[in-house]
């Protein structure tokens, strides 16, 4: 398991992103920080990417680390414009 840093392009594809050496500093904001994947593969699986579909989407739409909920692992951080 490991973080993902998004780096460019599609958010929804696996070349977007590539193995982070930390955890992300980011959490909130308009725009894809980082993602957590069970795999150490870089780039991810797109599958792997492709699970966490709806959960870019809903960050990307409230702005919000997804999922929500009381003591659920995030696995989508947003950072700020710029």
């Known amino acids: 398991m490991a973080w993902y840093t998004y780096v460019f392009g599609d958010p929804r594809l696996a070349t977007s992103y590539t193995l982070a ?19 150490t593969l870089d780039p991810p699986p797109q599958a792997l990417v492709d699970a966490q579909a709806t959960n870019i989407a809903n960050a990307l739409l409230t702005q919000t680390p997804q ?5 659920v692992m995030k696995t989508v951080y947003l950072k700020g414009c710029c």
């Open 21 to 39: 050496v930390a955890p992300p500093s980011c959490l909130t904001g308009p725009q894809i920080c980082a993602i957590f994947l069970t795999s």
């Open 67 to 71: 999922p929500t909920g009381i003591g």
